[in-house]
T-cell receptor, first 116, second 110 residues
Framework: GAVVSQHPSWVICKSGTSVKIECRSLDFQATTMFWYRQFPKQSLMLMATSNEGSKATYEQGVEKDKFLINHASLTLSTLTVTSAHPEDSSFYIC????????????FGPGTRLTVL | KQEVTQIPAALSVPEGENLVLNCSFTDSAIYNLQWFRQDPGKGLTSLLLIQSSQREQTSGRLNASLDKSSGRSTLYIAASQPGDSATYLCAVNGNNRLAFGKGNQVVVIP
């Protein structure tokens, strides 16, 4: 299957700082990528859909000014958590849809964010 | 809004037993359904993808069935092994958006 990477795999930061997470499709071009958040023992919740070359579509309740998404190329999407607070601590996972592979999404390994 | 429920939330079985994991969803208008495996603190590994037109998919010891009209899918894992211990997530794809269940947390006892 297609491979999706994320960087960093974990990050610890102080409250008030901004953190950038990268999501890359390694062996295919992804016009659409997705960002999810997962709290302990909870389901994955879709935060936003990232479309190459256009603005992201955010789910209801997700602050677009707090979670900045950029999808500048067909292989890279970034999520920036701005002015992070402890309640933003979570597991962030991205996925990418291979346009040649039907509607299957391929997931990255996730990024553990801890805000002190 | 699509609601996905997975039952049981957690189960423990002795090695060698067959596993049966259930997933139900409220909106039958779906493109496909996927089963994933997630190990603690890790990302998702895709196990099986069933298109809406299909009834089942098989890969090795894994078999997943789909009954779209009743909004149900079942994942069967034959002859379970300790390495099968993980959380199994069901995800329903409707309108190119995945809705996830909370998962079935499985422990296989040696």
């Amino acid at each position: 299957g297609a491979v999706v990477s994320q960087h960093p795999s974990w990050v610890i930061c102080k409250s008030g700082t901004s953190v950038k997470i990268e999501c890359r499709s390694l062996d295919f071009q992804a016009t659409t990528m997705f960002w999810y958040r997962q709290f302990p023992k909870q389901s994955l919740m879709l935060m936003a859909t990232s479309n190459e070359g256009s603005k992201a579509t955010y789910e209801q309740g997700v602050e677009k000014d707090k979670f900045l998404i950029n999808h500048a190329s067909l292989t890279l999407s970034t999520l920036t958590v701005t002015s992070a607070h402890p309640e933003d601590s979570s597991f962030y996972i991205c996925s990418a849809r291979d346009p040649t592979g039907g509607n299957e999404q391929f997931f990255g390994p996730g990024t553990r964010l801890t805000v002190l | 809004k699509q609601e996905v429920t997975q039952i049981p939330a957690a189960l423990s079985v002795p090695e060698g037993e067959n596993l049966v994991l259930n997933c139900s969803f409220t909106d039958s208008a779906i493109y496909n359904l996927q089963w994933f495996r997630q190990d603690p603190g890790k990302g998702l590994t895709s196990l099986l993808l069933i298109q809406s037109s299909q009834r089942e998919q098989t890969s090795g010891r894994l078999n997943a069935s789909l009954d779209k009209s009743s909004g149900r899918s079942t994942l069967y894992i034959a002859a379970s092994q300790p390495g099968d211990s993980a959380t199994y997530l069901c995800a329903v794809n409707g309108n190119n958006r995945l809705a996830f269940g909370k998962g079935n947390q499985v422990v296989v006892i040696p």
